[in-house]
C-alpha cells in the first residue's frame, strides 16, 4: 500500500486542571512540525485555557468540555449545568468523531491509556482497525508504586496496553526515575518501552510583551506553583519571607497561574504591591521567557517546569507537594539526591525564617550542568527520530477524500 503524504499525527491531552499535560503535548506538537515540514499535528485537549497558548503553523486543537476532579476523587463538568457522564459522553464522541475525520498516522495518548473514565475506548478501536500507530506517552513520575498499582487495575490499563498500543514513551530517564517500576508489566510491553529523555524548552522567538520589573533592577528569583490550583502554600510561604526579611537581595518575581482561587491571588497580589522586592502576576503564556532570564527558580517540581529547569540551567529549589500524588516529592528527591536542584519540604511550620534563607542561599547552590547526565534533554529529538522511523515503515492505506454533507441555502 502506498504511504500517504502530508503525515498526520492527533494528540489526546485530557487535561482535568492545570497546565502540565498541555504544556507537555503542545512541546512535543511543535517540535514535530518544525522538524518535519510537511507533517501536522492537531491537540485535543480538556483545557480551558487552551486558547491562550501561540500555535505555531500545523499546529491546532479541539477543546472538548472541561471536567475537573474534586478531592473525594469524583469528577464534576467544569462550566457546562449537566451530569458528569453526560459531559464524559460528550466529550468521548467529540474526540471520536474529530479522530475518524482527521484519520491520524500516529495517535499520541498523555498519561491514560484508555482517556479520562474510558473514554477513549471507541476512538482506540476505530484507529487501530484503521492502522494507526498508537502510543502512550508518560511522564517521568506517575506516583508512588503502592497506589499506581491499584489505580491501574482499576482503570484495565494494562489489557488497554496490550489491546491497542504499539510503543510507550516515557518523557524521562531510569537512571531519574522509573514510572512503572511498581507495575508488573508483561515482557511484550516492556519491550515497547522506550526512555526518550527530559522535553528540552526553548525561549519564545516571537516578539513577546514580557512584564517588566518596576521595583528593582536587581536579578529576580521566579517563583511559579505552575498553574496555581494547589500552589498557595509555596506563595504565601515565598511572601512571609519577604515580609519578615526586607533585605534579601534578589527581588521575587511571581506567577501565580491561572486556576489560584480568585480570592487568594487577589490577596497575594496586594501583599506583593505592600513588599519593595516582590511583584506578581497571575499568567504568563511565555514562560520560557520569564525563566531564562530568571536568576533561579523556586517551584513546585512538576515535570514541565523541572524541563524548563534543566533546559534554561536554573539554580532551583523545589518545594514539592505530597498531596493528593507524590509525583513532585518522588522527582525532587531523586533530582536532589543527583545534585540538580534543592529541596525543601513542606514541613507544616512554614517559618518564615526557613523560606528567607533558602532564598539567600538559591544563588549560590550548583546549576544543573554542574552534574553530566547523559541524555538528559534528548526528548524531543528521540521523538522525531521514533516518529520518522514509525512513518517510513508504516504501511497505513492511502486517507479516502471524505465528502461532506452541506445544507443547501
Not at 50 to 75: A, H, M, Q, T, W
Not at 264 to 277: G, Q, T
Not at 381 to 406: E, F, H, S
Request: aromatic residues 6%; contains cysteine.
Amino acid at each position: 500500500m502506498q504511504q500517504k503524504a502530508q503525515p498526520r499525527v492527533l494528540i489526546y491531552s485530557h487535561d482535568t486542571f492545570g497546565l502540565g499535560h498541555l504544556r507537555r503535548c503542545s512541546a512535543i506538537a511543535h517540535a514535530l512540525c518544525e522538524q518535519n515540514e510537511d507533517l501536522s499535528v492537531l491537540i485535543l485537549s480538556g483545557s480551558p485555557i487552551i486558547g491562550s497558548f501561540d500555535f505555531r503553523s500545523r499546529v491546532d486543537f479541539v477543546r472538548v468540555p472541561g471536567v475537573i476532579k474534586l478531592r473525594n476523587g469524583e469528577y464534576t463538568s467544569l462550566t457546562l449545568p449537566m451530569a458528569v457522564d453526560d459531559t464524559i459522553a460528550m466529550r468521548a464522541s467529540i474526540i471520536q468523531h474529530t479522530a475518524a475525520f482527521f484519520d491520524p498516522d500516529i495517535f499520541i495518548v498523555d498519561k491514560e491509556p484508555l482517556g479520562l473514565r474510558g473514554e477513549l475506548a471507541d476512538t482506540l478501536e476505530i484507529l487501530k482497525e484503521r492502522g494507526a500507530h498508537i502510543v502512550l506517552g508518560l511522564r517521568d513520575v506517575l506516583d508512588e508504586p503502592r497506589l499506581l498499582a491499584p489505580e491501574w487495575k482499576r482503570k484495565n490499563a494494562i489489557p488497554a496496553l496490550e489491546k491497542y498500543y504499539d510503543e510507550i514513551w516515557v518523557y524521562g530517564l531510569p537512571q531519574i526515575c522509573e514510572p512503572l517500576a511498581g507495575i508488573d508489566l508483561p515482557d511484550s510491553l516492556r519491550r515497547k518501552l522506550t526512555y526518550t529523555g527530559y522535553l528540552r524548552r526553548f525561549e519564545s522567538t516571537a516578539p513577546v510583551g514580557q512584564p517588566a520589573l518596576t521595583k528593582s533592577d536587581q536579578p529576580y528569583i521566579l517563583v511559579t506553583p505552575g498553574g496555581g490550583g494547589d500552589g498557595e502554600v509555596l506563595v504565601d510561604w515565598v511572601l512571609r519571607a519577604h515580609e519578615a526579611d526586607p533585605d534579601i537581595p534578589n527581588a521575587s518575581m511571581i506567577v501565580l497561574g491561572p486556576f489560584m482561587n480568585s480570592e487568594r491571588r487577589s490577596e497575594f497580589i496586594a501583599r506583593a504591591d505592600a513588599l519593595d522586592m516582590v511583584e506578581a502576576i497571575t499568567f504568563e503564556a511565555h514562560m520560557e521567557s520569564l525563566i531564562a532570564r530568571a536568576a533561579g527558580i523556586v517551584a513546585m517540581g512538576g515535570y514541565n517546569t523541572f524541563c524548563e529547569i534543566l533546559s534554561f540551567d536554573k539554580k532551583a529549589l523545589i518545594v514539592p507537594r505530597t498531596e493528593p500524588r507524590l509525583e513532585q516529592f518522588i522527582r525532587a528527591s531523586r533530582a536532589e539526591d543527583l545534585g540538580l536542584v534543592a529541596m525543601l519540604c513542606d514541613d507544616g511550620v512554614r517559618a518564615a525564617e526557613t523560606m528567607a534563607t533558602a532564598l539567600r542561599q538559591l544563588p549560590q547552590q550548583n546549576s544543573p550542568s554542574d552534574i553530566v547526565v547523559p541524555g538528559l534533554l534528548d526528548g524531543l529529538d528521540n521523538i522525531d527520530i521514533l516518529t520518522r522511523r514509525i512513518l517510513q515503515n508504516q504501511t497505513k492505506p492511502a486517507r479516502p477524500k471524505i465528502a461532506v454533507a452541506r445544507r443547501q441555502a
